[in-house]
């Protein structure tokens, strides 16, 4: 079964960056799966932000953090990196990754429902 942990959220001020990590643990590989990021903020519904396919071959992103959060992967790490630049008050948010244990090939969604795998969230504020 796939584990997954985040780590990297903190407090930050406007128009500061983050890094967030998100590791698999369990004997499991990240690549096996497609995995995405997603946030929730207080009283708001979950939002997905940016996926990647199994395998790594294919991307999406949410239009709201375009050119602003980039996602990347280390295979060596087994760790999937969520990149956040030009960080707004809007930005704070409990973040989330996300594993997906059978995608359509070549494919990933943003869809909370897809998803069978969650951590357990790192807090982002985004306070001057």
């Known amino acids: 079964q796939l584990q997954l942990v985040e780590s990297g959220g903190g407090l930050v001020q406007p128009g500061g960056s983050l890094r967030l990590s998100c590791t698999a643990s369990?004997?499991?590989?990240?690549?096996?799966?497609?995995i995405a990021w997603f946030r929730q903020a207080p009283g708001k519904e979950r939002e997905g932000l940016w996926c990647?396919?199994?395998?790594?071959?294919?991307?999406f992103y949410a239009e709201s953090v375009r050119g602003r959060f980039t996602l990347s992967t280390d295979n060596s790490q087994n760790t999937v990196y969520l990149q956040m630049d030009s960080l707004k008050p809007e930005d704070t948010a409990v973040y989330f990754c996300?594993?997906?244990?059978?995608?359509?090939?070549?494919?990933?969604?943003?869809?909370?429902?897809?998803?069978?795998?969650w951590g357990q969230g790192t807090q982002v504020t985004v306070s001057p």
């Open positions: 369990g004997g499991s590989t990240l690549d096996d799966y497609a």
């Open positions: 996300a594993g997906d244990r059978d995608p359509i090939p070549g494919f990933c969604t943003l869809a909370t429902r897809a998803y069978d795998y």
């Open positions: 990647i396919g199994k395998g790594g071959k294919t991307t």
